[in-house]
């Protein structure tokens, strides 16, 4: 098993910046894929950004060339950096990770956080 825990969450202005940070514990070595996902009040949840294990990362078109999605092997630590939101960026962020050799963001990623809250005004 693979547990993921969130933080870094919070209010921030349209035209700033965040980091959202996601802590791997447990069997996080056989984490091929990991990503952030998010999910905004009376919609579906949606891909925002993934990462394999060799460093290939894909975005959703919406936050492609604002946000960025790394990963510290070293310290089991994936992050999202949010620049420039906008409020259409509200949402809960999920923290999301899977074994295999397949990252995409229709794979079905057996491991999730509990979220952190995003709000951007």
């Known amino acids: 098993d693979v547990q993921l825990v969130e933080s870094g969450g919070g209010s921030v202005e349209a035209g700033g910046s965040l980091r959202l940070s996601c802590e791997a514990s447990?069997?996080?070595?056989?984490?091929?894929?990991m990503g952030w996902f998010r999910q905004a009040p009376g919609k579906e949840r949606e891909g925002v950004a993934i990462i394999d294990r060799q460093g290939t990362t894909r975005y959703a078109n919406s936050v492609k060339g604002r946000f960025t999605i790394s990963s510290d092997t070293a310290k089991s630590t994936l992050y999202l950096h949010l620049t420039t939101p906008k409020p259409e960026d509200t949402a809960m962020y999920y923290c999301?990770?899977?074994?295999?050799?397949?990252?995409?963001?229709?794979?079905?990623?057996?491991?999730w956080g509990q979220g952190t809250q995003v709000t951007v005004s």
């Open positions: 447990g069997d996080s070595a056989t984490a091929y894929c």
């Open positions: 999301a990770a899977k074994d295999g050799s397949w990252c995409h963001f229709t794979a079905d990623f057996g491991y």
